[in-house]
């Protein structure tokens, strides 16, 4: 793959990921919570999000390693991009917390 397309494809997936814990009730969107009746708390959501983040990198990672050396990375790196993913899980967190909900 070329490194264009695993940029963006790193880029479609990140903000995929970023959403997911805010826009389901499932965790993961595949298993059912039944401990918790209405919906998921919040601390369970970040939880996914710190989850996503991690499998997120591993993905990076191995497409990096696909194209040639991977080069390491310090804690600047990590603090960067985890920043950068609670910016882009922004929408959702606003879809489920800040909109104002019509009755």
Not at 58 to 71: D, K, Q
Request: with cysteine.
């Amino acid at each position: 793959m070329a490194s264009s397309a695993s940029s963006w494809l790193i880029v479609v997936l990140a903000v995929l990921a970023a959403n997911l814990p805010f826009l389901n009730e499932r965790c993961f969107a595949l298993f059912a919570l039944r401990r918790f009746s209405f919906s998921k708390p919040f601390w369970v959501r970040l939880l996914e999000l710190l989850a996503l983040y991690s499998a997120l990198g591993f993905v990076g990672f191995t497409l990096e390693s696909g194209m040639g050396n991977r080069f390491q990375q310090g804690w600047e790196f990590y603090a960067i991009t985890a920043c950068l993913f609670v910016v882009l899980a922004f929408p959702g967190f606003v879809f489920r917390y800040l909109k104002r909900r019509h009755a």
